[in-house]
């Protein structure tokens, strides 16, 4: 069975009590955190920056997986970087020169990725393949938490499965949007090793409950 990971999405969470909100989400189990930024011009919403990463850093010691949801992308990166992100991933629809921000990312000393919305092609993965480190794909249109699963995804999750598996490299696949108890298992099957939920997590009052159900559901 592969490493699964579950990753909170902070979108979530209680902003107003974020440092107790990240710390009671691991030690209810999670393994990653999450951190959406987007800006309100790549996507039309307006969220968190390298300040907020900062502030919730020394509250927990799992890596802090940094969703950019922003243009430009190479300008913020070293500052996420500084501010204790891990992994930083990008859209590279969003980026002027991809390969140059992945190996900005990596200069930084953090891993590096790139995010596919539903209806961005694949081929972007062509040429870059050993110079990244995860390939998340988005299962909802990004912007907001909240949103239901598109099924589409799922078969996106199986190409991108078959070209890492043809790669020999270890390439975390993550999936981001509506993933929930119910259908966590499915994008397991596809392919997927890394799970980010918002609202099914930060929406119930029992975090430990719903990580643990989805471990049940992905053990299965
Ligand atoms: C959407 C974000 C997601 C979002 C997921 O743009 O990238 O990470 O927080 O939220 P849920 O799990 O509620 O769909
Ligand atoms: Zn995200």
Do not use: W
């Not at 890492?164 to 993933?179: P, T, Y």
């Amino acid at each position: 069975m592969p490493t699964y990971r579950i990753a909170p999405s902070i979108l979530s969470a209680d902003f107003a009590r974020l440092g107790e909100e990240v710390r009671n989400v691991v030690t209810a189990g999670a393994d990653i955190i999450h951190f959406d930024v987007m800006d309100n011009h790549y996507v039309p919403n307006l969220t968190i920056g390298p300040l907020v990463c900062e502030a919730i850093r020394p509250h927990v010691q799992v890596p802090i997986d940094v969703h950019l949801m922003v243009k430009p992308v190479d300008r913020i990166i070293p500052d996420f970087a500084k501010a204790g992100a891990n992994i930083i991933t990008f859209h590279p629809e969003a980026s002027e020169h991809i390969d140059r921000s992945l190996q900005l990312i990596r200069d930084n000393g953090c891993k590096a990725g790139l995010v596919f919305n539903p209806a961005t092609p694949l081929h972007y993965l062509d040429h870059v393949m050993d110079k990244i480190d995860i390939v998340l794909i988005m299962s909802v249109n990004p912007g907001f938490g909240g949103q239901s699963f598109i099924p589409e995804a799922l078969k996106k999750i199986a190409d991108v499965r078959r070209r890492i598996d043809e790669s020999g490299r270890d390439i975390m696949l993550e999936v981001d949007g509506g993933i929930k108890i119910e259908n966590i298992a499915e994008a397991a099957r596809a392919g997927a090793d890394t799970f980010v939920a918002g609202s099914a997590i930060f929406g119930k009052p029992d975090y430990k409950a719903v990580i643990d159900a989805m471990r049940t559901q992905l053990a299965q």
